[in-house]
């Protein structure tokens, strides 16, 4: 089964409307991390949490990570174009002491339709 | 800028015929990764370096291996690649200091394709 698990799969959105994508983890969260990646190149890294209930934000995206949940959220507000590829979550799942080595989930693919 | 590199964007190998991608970086980072990428699937980690010390994930073939010849570059060599081993591979570094987490940083990646 897949250690992290990313809901939708796929979402597809009106221009300005608002989004959330989910990311639980099967294991505890030492770390997430966001990525967005467009379709046949390299991940681009969005934002890092790593204390339970830390809130990050930058532009329009706001991320949230849910500790005791072990989850976390991705919300998109007055969504646009330019937020549509697929966003991966990826996290320190190996050990409590600090690890380099991430595990990612199968990403969610975001259309905007203008 | 600050960055790491993937060449080529694109390969087409022939069914058996082994093959090199390479990475570098820019970034002066200790870990070094490379994954592979299947359509609608998560990067899958197949080894990384930290420093000179290489790690190697349990489920990676031995089909795949990998050199870092200085902190600069990266390459992976498939052997003798099959048609499973279409997908595409993405190089990453990581400042990789202990007891932190940090994020990794992405190439534009390789995508192979095998014929």
Known sequence: ????????????????????????????????????????????????????????????????LDEKKQQSSLHITASQPSHAGIYLCGADITSGAGSYQLTFGKGTKLSVIP | DAMVIQNPRY??????????????????????????????????????????????????PDNFQSRRPNTSFCFLDIRSPGLGDAAMYLCATSPGQAYSSYEQYF????????T
């Open chain 1, 1 to 64: 089964s897949q250690e992290l698990e990313q809901s939708p799969q796929s979402l597809i959105v009106q221009e300005g409307k608002n989004l959330t994508i989910n990311c639980t983890s099967s294991k505890t969260l030492y770390g997430l991390y966001w990525y967005k990646q467009k379709y046949g190149e390299g991940l681009i890294f969005l934002m890092m949490l790593q204390k339970g209930g830390e809130e990050k934000s930058h532009e329009k995206i706001t991320a949230k």
């Open chain 2, 11 to 60: 390969q087409v190998t022939q069914f058996g015929k082994p093959v090199t991608l390479s990475c570098s970086q820019t970034l002066n980072h200790n870990v070094m990764y490379w994954y592979q990428q299947k359509s609608s699937q998560a990067p899958k980690l197949l080894f990384h370096y930290y420093d000179k010390d290489f790690n190697n994930e349990a489920d990676t």
């Open chain 2, 107 to 114: 190439g534009p990646g390789t995508r192979l394709t095998v």
